[in-house]
């Protein structure tokens, strides 16, 4: 059983940056692949980013692409969203998940069905 917390949203300025933090408790966190996911009002929920249980490697959706880093802090059960150069389109519910890595250090899941646990979101609003 994994229980995550996540951390750090509000509201922010076009071009401004976050950093998302994301608590997870339990003892099997390194044993889990990481991910964020976010839901905007009306929209389907969308993968943004993942991390495997090894910290390499790392996947993105393409449009955070160069603006958005994921981390994990496998000692403090740690996993962040550093998001930059945010823009208005990004304003949604960001979620992070924990998904069983099956063994696989090197594994990333990139869609919301590899996951069994998630947080229960956090809210980030761009204004323009």
């Known amino acids: 059983q994994v229980q995550l917390v996540e951390s750090g949203g509000g509201l922010v300025q076009a071009g401004d940056s976050l950093r998302l933090s994301c608590a997870a408790s339990?003892?099997?966190?390194?044993?889990?692949?990481m991910g964020w996911f976010r839901q905007a009002p009306g929209k389907e929920r969308e993968f943004v980013a993942a991390?495997?249980?090894?910290?390499?490697?790392?996947v993105y959706a393409n449009s955070m692409k160069g603006r958005f880093t994921i981390s994990r802090d496998n000692a403090n059960n740690l996993v962040f969203l550093q998001m930059n150069n945010l823009q208005p389109e990004d304003t949604a519910v960001y979620f992070c998940?924990?998904?069983?890595?099956?063994?696989?250090?090197?594994?990333?899941?990139?869609?919301?069905?590899?996951?069994?646990?998630w947080g229960q979101g956090t809210q980030v609003t761009v204004s323009p």
């Open positions: 998940a924990a998904g069983d890595a099956r063994g696989n250090t090197r594994l990333v899941l990139t869609t919301t069905r590899g996951y069994s646990y």
């Open positions: 339990g003892r099997t966190f390194t044993s889990h692949v």
């Open positions: 991390i495997s249980s090894s910290g390499s490697p790392t």
